[in-house]
Each structure stands twice: as structure tokens, then as C-alpha cells.
């Protein structure tokens, strides 16, 4: 088996790859070879960093590593059905780590999908530690049914904005949600919301697709522990009712959940971050 | 029950499937039992294929790339789209998580993966055969 930089390889051949490695996994998300492009660019991907495991020209595995700073994340990790429990995975993972550590990270995040035993158990075994578990929240077309909010001042911000707010955030959100990510993705916007009774403030990030509203994550202005999440919610959903929601990567200790739940969000599956600290740089 | 039997009419239906050896097999299985089946490999097309052939019934993957199976199906029972269409999902996640999905979803029910092919053309059959609301 050798280790290749996914750079040499075609997005088309990645994506089938990846697509093959994912036949039999418990949340089989298949992407096309233009979804797969959109996620190395907005997530920061370096192909150069990234990892294909092939043995006499066919892709047995792969592994990619996104790059921030002194932050990596690996992503995308998969093994062809056929080839698992050989120490593919664990020869991809050590290696995006080692390039990690080259690059000068200190440390490299990861998510795994609650459940997925195998993969939690190499991880533990390359030194990686559970922080938080994070959501993946659905919610299908449709007005709000629940009850109007109370009065409140609405403001949409643009994309530039969106993103001051985002900087401006005292907590750490997941990578699929960082300001990197809504920047990369370019079209983001968000409403930010004061309750005129409570005065809570906070805001609402989306992005808008033909048939889907996604980057929606809330937070609170600085200061506040939560935001007002109920009217954010009731007015997106009042904006954009013809769309299907995701909410990606939200904490599962948010404060926010039970609103989340009152406007119909549904739980589809749920993730594990993990984190390996590396140490400062040499 | 592949046809009406007052009309002789051979029920259609509308295959949302990206997995072409899932396809291969619920397409063998369901003409077998003279279904007409129609599959679409994504979302995206299976969207257009729906409105363009109106099926009797739609069988829906979940894990579908581009345009997930969920935002089809959101798409799908808009009221001025195709609600009254038997939506059913076809998926390998957990029963709770697709139990939570097509109730959320307003889909008419799930066939869990991997199907048995035995029981496949009866379940599809049960769904075409069920009173309206």
C-alpha cells in the first residue's frame, strides 16, 4: 500500500473514491465531484496535506486535512469496505497528523459520527480526546406554526456583516462554522434580532441554495448566554418558507435547542469532535 | 399487487437511488412483479422526473448527493407540488432517525436497507394500497 498527496488525483477521482468508501456507512453521505470541490474550498481542504492509500493503482483510502493557522482538522476519512482492518485508516490518519504537525499546527480537530465505533476507537488510539457532541438539525418547508414573537428590531446583514458578527463570536464554534467557512462560502447572511421587552440580543447565520437553507447556526451578541432563539427562528422561517433547513454542527449543549425544536427541527444524526493537541510548533 | 385490477393499469414508480447496485436490484425486483420503474440517480433529476411522469408512488434514498433525500421529499409534499404522491423512504439509517425523517417529512413510511427482496414488491404494494387520508 502507498501513501499518495491527494493532489495527484482528479476531484472526480476523489469523489468516487470517497463515494465507495461510504457504501456501508451508518450515514451514508455521498457528494458529487462539484460538492466535493465546494467543500475543499470552503473548509479550507489542502489536497497537497491530504492522503490516497492505493495499492497497484486502485484507491483503497483516503483522508483529507484542512488547514487554519495553528489549526488542522481531518476530515473525509474512508476505507473501501474490503480493505478495512488492515491499518489503511490508521496509516492515512498519522499521516495527515504528521503534515499537520509540519504545517505547524498545534492542534488538529476532528468529527465522527456518534456511534461509528471503529473509527472512535482509532482515534482514541492516536491520541485524540472527546470535547463536545455536536448536531445535525433537519427541519422540512414550511411557515412557522408556533406563535408570533414578541416585538423585536430586525436588522438582515449582508455578507460583510455577517462575517464582523461571526469574528466577534466569544466561543468556539465547530469548523464547518468558523468565520473561515461562512467566508469561503461567500453568500452568507444573517438577521440580527434585539428583543424589544428583554432586550436579548443575537443572530441567525444562513445561506440560501434553490431548495435549501443552510449555515444555520445562532449566537448570541457578546455578553448575552443566549440569544433571543425563538424569534431568530420564526422570522428566517417566516423569510424562507419554501425552504428545507440544515442546521449543521450545532452543540449539543446549546441553548438554543429547544427552540430549535418548537419551530421543527428533528435531530438526523449526531457527531462527536474530537481534538489531538500537537504542541507549539518546534 | 403490481396492477389495478379493475383497470389493468401497471402501477409506475419513481426510484430516487444513487447506489447503482441498490438500483439494479429494487429495479430487477420490482419488474419482476410488473411495476413500470423509473430511476433517477439523484435528487436533482429525481425532482424533475416526479413532476414530468407524476408516478404512482416515489421510493426515496436519503443519502443522495447535491440534493439530499430529505430536501427532496421537502420539495415533493409542498401543497402545490406532489403531496398527495406515496413518498416512501428507502434507507439503511437507524429506524429512530428515519422514523423521526418521514414523520418530520410528511413521507408515507420507510423500507429499511438492505431490502429483502421477498418482502420488497409486497411492502411497495401495501403503500399503493393504502386508503388516502
Known sequence: MNLVPASRYTIQQLTEAYNQTRVDYLVPMPMSAHRLMEYIQVYDVSLDDSVVAEEGGEILGLCMLGVRGAWGWATRLGVLPTCRRHGAGQALMEYVIQRAVERGCQVVYLEVIVGNVPAYRLFTKLGFRDVRELLVLRRPPGLPHASSPPPAMLTWLDPSQTLLRAAARDWRPAWTNQTESLANARTVGALHLIDQATQASGWISYQTSPLQLRRVLIAPDPGHEAAPAYSLLYHLHSRFPLLDTVAENVPADSPHLPDYKRHGYVESFRRLEMELPLGPPP | ?133
Open chain 2, 1 to 133: 399487487m403490481p396492477s389495478d385490477e379493475e383497470t389493468g393499469r401497471t402501477y409506475t414508480i419513481l426510484l430516487i437511488e444513487d447506489n447503482p447496485n441498490n438500483a439494479r436490484l429494487m429495479c430487477r425486483v420490482l419488474e419482476r412483479h410488473n411495476f413500470t420503474v423509473l430511476h433517477a440517480e439523484d435528487g436533482e433529476t429525481g425532482l424533475q422526473m416526479a413532476f414530468a411522469h407524476r408516478p404512482d408512488l416515489i421510493l426515496l434514498d436519503l443519502g443522495l448527493p447535491d440534493v439530499d433525500g430529505q430536501s427532496v421529499a421537502g420539495m415533493l409534499k409542498q401543497p402545490d407540488s406532489l403531496p398527495d404522491t406515496p413518498l416512501v423512504v428507502v434507507t439503511a439509517w437507524p429506524a429512530e432517525t428515519a422514523r423521526a425523517m418521514v414523520e418530520a417529512y410528511g413521507c408515507e413510511g420507510y423500507i429499511p436497507k438492505p431490502i429483502d427482496t421477498r418482502e420488497f414488491p409486497l411492502q411497495v404494494a401495501g403503500y399503493l394500497n393504502r386508503p388516502k387520508p
